[in-house]
């Protein structure tokens, strides 16, 4: 509610300058979950990395690549992820376990690879050097059966047509593909300029065009509007072309006739009124944005000193993520201007605080008499206020967010006594370490620094080797006397007493 009031009052709802900047890895391509809560970017490096925008931080990373993410694709719920690298490989992740469900090898790098609205168990790759391939998993995602592959034919007249291009360019240009939002129908680009609309189930051709680009026409991107009535395409002739997405008729031919540039991608805004497109420059950062109904251009958008890899519209909002060459994911937003008058008529801003004066009756109660009188026809309708209103997420033909709908990244919470546990752990291996460190601070070395042992001296109190002198001459003094004893004893006593060998008197 607040963003539609935001975007009426200050009037085309486009994005006009960059918000914020988030910056982990190497960002090679992106896509919103069906909500546009979540974010989701497949890096140079095989990770593929979970933003949560409403906190503008990192919620989950997934690891399996080994080489370059070249897409991503949401499942309905957004309890699942597609992801397709060049080391042909194609991965589908359970996002709220983190864990690979089932991975499908290919010969080849995997452009491109795109799950089935409603059927989680079919997606369609579109390799290198091939024509795409719907790709069907086991029920349950047994690893024991193998998955059913279904090489998806071209139209006997873009066959002819492709026999006018060489064959290098005819092997060198990969295809492109996606689902309508309900997932009954899939459109692919061939590399020669054609266009088609198949049944999803039965791969029947549906319908077939070929565009005025002749033999550099390559479709390199496209993309459905939200509402599902519209297919937009970029060409390798520097064209943006919009069709009917019923019958493929073609509605308007849009190009940059003074700098005739080239278009990494292009897609719709929320509401399907504009169309943007990527310019391909090397230096440069610049987003197309032109009027849907009109085809004519609406504003440009131009970032920082670095190319520009991808570009995506958000969902529901006046949102626009763009990739640059080197990594960074930039997010542009409307900037809000508070304008007060538009809710009060009668609202004035102040620069300083201004005493005011109440009347004498602005504040007394008004007699019920006096207010005007409610009609009947208000006071009979019935005001309901159980009825909850369906909220709209895509196409009109899409039902409400079902019960397993994944709006965010849960996180598991920590138990208050297993915190406080491991809290008073943390606290006595660090008294234990401190002890030990002021232990080791006050042991001395028992060698010196050149080697040698070191020798322990004695420091003498005052008084203290005089006072040993003295007991040692007491000790000789008292010695003497028992010899004179001895002595005197033996004379007295004798020949009769026995004196030992070693006394002093003899």
Same mark, same amino acid.
């Given at each position: 509610?607040? %963003? ?15 918000? %914020? ?26 990770? /593929? ?9 990192? =919620? ?17 719920? =957004?309890?699942?992820? !597609? ?20 991975? *499908? ?33 086991? &029920? ?7 998955? &059913?592959?279904?090489?998806? /034919?071209?139209?006997?007249?873009? *066959? ?12 060198? &240009? ?120 009109? =085809? ?33 994911? @930039? ?10 008058? =538009? ?49 709209? @997420? ?95 004893? *033996? ?9 030992? !060998? ?5």
């Amino acid at each position: 509610m607040a %963003d539609s009031l935001s975007v009426a009052y200050n009037g085309q709802g486009i994005p006009e300058s960059i918000q %914020d900047v988030l910056d982990h890895g190497v960002a090679l391509c992106c896509a919103f979950n069906r909500r546009g809560s979540l974010l989701a970017v497949g890096c140079n490096d095989g990770r /593929a990395l979970l933003w949560d925008l409403d906190t503008r931080g990192l =919620a989950q990373a997934l690891y399996g690549h080994t080489e370059a993410v070249t897409s991503i694709s949401w499942s309905r719920s =957004a309890q699942k992820l !597609l992801t397709s690298s060049i080391d042909h490989r194609v991965i589908l992740w359970h996002i709220v376990k983190g864990v690979k469900l089932f991975e *499908v090898r290919f010969d080849q790098p995997v452009l491109q690879a795109c799950l089935r609205p409603r059927h989680s168990l079919e997606f369609v790759a579109c390799p290198l050097v091939s024509p795409p391939i719907r790709v069907t998993l086991p &029920v349950g995602y047994n690893h024991a059966d193998k998955p &059913v592959r279904t090489e998806i /034919a071209i139209d006997g007249d873009l *066959v002819k047509l492709a026999s006018s291009m060489s064959a290098k360019r005819a092997s060198t &240009v990969a295809t492109v593909a996606c689902y309508s939002r309900s997932g009954a129908h899939l459109y692919v680009g061939t590399p020669q300029g054609g266009l088609q609309q198949l049944d999803a189930s039965t791969l029947k051709i549906l319908k077939s065009v070929s565009t005025d680009a002749g033999k550099d026409g390559a479709i390199k991107d496209m993309s459905l509007s939200n509402d599902g009535r519209y297919l937009v395409v970029a060409s390798s002739d520097r064209f943006i072309r919009l069709f009917d997405a019923a019958d493929l008729d073609p509605l308007h031919k849009i190009q940059d006739s003074v700098n005739k540039v080239r278009w990494r991608s292009c897609c719709f805004s929320a509401k399907s009124d504009y169309i943007m497109a990527g310019a391909i420059k090397d230096h440069d950062h610049h987003i197309y944005i032109w009027e849907r109904e009109t =085809a004519t251009l609406a504003k440009i958008l131009t970032g920082e000193a670095q190319g520009l890899a991808a570009t995506l519209w958000h969902p529901h909002k006046p949102m626009i993520v763009s990739l640059s060459s080197v990594g960074r994911i @930039y997010l542009w937003g409307v900037t809000y201007s508070d304008n007060w008058s =538009a809710f009060a008529p009668d609202f004035k801003e102040v620069e300083d605080n201004v005493e005011y004066i109440e009347r004498e009756d602005e504040f007394d109660d008004v007699d019920a008499v006096n207010q005007p009188a409610i009609t009947e026809a208000l006071m009979s309708e019935p005001v309901d206020i159980v009825t909850v209103e369906r909220e709209q @997420y895509g196409s009109s033909d899409e039902e409400a967010l079902s019960d397993d709908e994944l709006l965010f990244i849960p996180v598991m919470p920590i138990d208050d006594s297993e915190l406080a546990l491991q809290t008073a752990e943390d606290d006595r291996a660090a008294l234990t370490s401190k002890a030990k460190s002021d232990n080791q601070t006050k042991a001395k070395p028992s060698r010196s620094k050149d080697g040698k042992p070191r020798v322990k001296k004695l420091v003498h109190k005052p008084g203290q080797r005089r006072k040993r002198k003295s007991e040692s001459g007491a000790t000789k003094g008292s010695k003497q006397a028992k010899a004179k004893e001895s002595a005197s004893a *033996v004379k007295q006593g004798g020949a009769g007493m026995d004196v030992p !060998l070693d006394s002093p008197a003899q």
